[in-house]
């Protein structure tokens, strides 16, 4: 399918300068296009930049599960082509009641709409868009033709790991406790990763067949990416077993910062501080010194 | 006299080794550090509390976030009590939840 790729500028970054931000439509394979907002440096020589390609939380209104310029800009001033990309092909920068709308909508649920179905089950199409996004990212003449990091966190953790699976070229991820991970975990007596679709009262027979394409546990094997995981050994989400059972798939080198103290959200309760200093430094470090 | 003297012993080796879970009155802690255990490697897990003596402690173990391996309320007697002592021969996950009155400590290895 050739490329459509529709840009519009985003008015609040024209003072942005030496940096442009468009908000992005790319067409793709499934019911939706990737959307989200792509930023670079202007006049950047060709094949000097590796890509950064972010990508959200579960949700569809909360600000975790939206694009924005400025995280797209921030990675651009590191010296990156970096998109923004939302999980859902949503219209980028619309008011709360749209993503109300959606959420209470065509998204309840999304995470188990057609669940026993390969065809059907709606993380095909958001990993299409995935592929999609790359796809173009890959196409920019800045693209230093080796590096390309993808940065998320729980339902983005497991997009970031499913990147790294299904296109090669993705040559490293940081995945912040992930989800899609281990889903057929409760045939070995464990939790599976979220969204627990083996745990809902659909067809095990039918989900047997339909979940080992979109497991992140199955979808690593063969993946040399690097991969920088944060692991909660107290996540109820996103359990530990799953990160493990899904990384110990891969084949490239595996950065893990396993947390005694995390449960899937970021710690509190006087563990932050211990938590900046020794995973979340590190982390930025890691993704600094990647993208130097 | 040797089990309260080995209790204490550990009590002071954790507190070199400790990490602090969601601290206020109520602390777990554990003998690695990091939460990661060899195979067959013992595992022991301390709670340690401040002026709670005489209240009711609960319990709480799980295994792969599913099995639950211990399921108990006891009674603090001292600041430090040994709550969870085992080996695994095989990959597995534990989380131990420690809650009191007036708080509550959860920590996994």
């Known amino acids: 399918m050739p490329l459509d790729v529709k840009t519009a500028p985003v008015a609040d970054t024209i003072s942005e300068k030496g940096f442009s931000c468009v908000n992005v439509g790319i067409n793709c394979l499934g019911p939706k296009p990737a959307r989200g907002y792509f930023a670079k440096r202007e006049n950047a020589a060709p094949k000097s930049l590796p890509i950064v390609l972010l990508v959200h939380a579960a949700g569809d209104k909360g600000p975790w599960c939206c694009s924005e310029p400025v995280n797209a800009l921030t990675y651009a001033k590191m010296g990156t082509l970096c998109f923004d990309l939302n999980a859902h092909g949503m219209l980028n920068g619309q008011p709360e009641s749209y993503y109300a709308g959606l959420e209470s909508g065509v998204l309840k649920n999304y995470y188990l709409q057609g669940v026993i179905s390969p065809e059907n089950f709606y993380f095909k199409g958001m990993y299409q868009r995935l592929l999609r996004t790359i796809d173009f990212l890959t196409r920019q003449p800045e693209w230093d033709g080796k590096r390309i990091l993808v940065i998320g966190e729980s339902q983005g953790g497991g997009q970031a790991l499913a990147a790294a699976g299904l296109d090669h070229r993705v040559s490293a991820v940081v995945a912040i406790v992930p989800a899609m991970c281990d889903w057929l975990a409760p045939h070995s007596q464990r939790m599976g990763g979220w969204p627990q679709p083996f745990e809902t009262n659909a067809s095990k027979e039918d989900m047997l067949i339909a979940l080992p394409y979109f497991d992140a546990a199955n979808i690593l094997k063969g993946s040399k990416a690097t991969i920088f995981t944060e692991i909660g050994l107290i996540d109820m989400t996103c359990p530990s077993t799953s990160v493990y059972t899904a990384i110990n798939q891969s084949e490239g080198e595996k950065i893990i910062y396993a947390v005694p103290y995390r449960p899937h959200h970021q710690p509190q309760n006087g563990m932050t501080k211990t938590w900046e200093e020794t995973v979340y430094k590190p982390r930025e470090l890691f993704i600094r010194n990647y993208l130097k | ?109």
């Open chain 2, 1 to 109: 006299m040797k089990r309260f003297l080995s209790v204490s012993l550990l009590a002071v080796i954790f507190t070199c080794l400790s990490v602090v879970a969601q601290a206020q009155n109520i602390r777990l802690i554990q003998t690695n550090e990091s939460g990661i255990y060899k195979k067959g490697q013992k595992i022991s897990v301390l709670v340690l509390t401040s002026n709670q003596i005489r209240d009711s402690l609960r319990i709480r173990v799980l295994k792969n976030n599913n099995q639950i391996l211990i399921e108990k309320t006891t009674k603090i007697l001292s600041d430090s009590l040994l709550v969870f002592e085992s080996s695994f021969s095989e990959p597995c996950s534990i989380i131990i939840e420690a809650r009191i009155k007036d708080g509550n400590s959860t920590i996994g290895l």
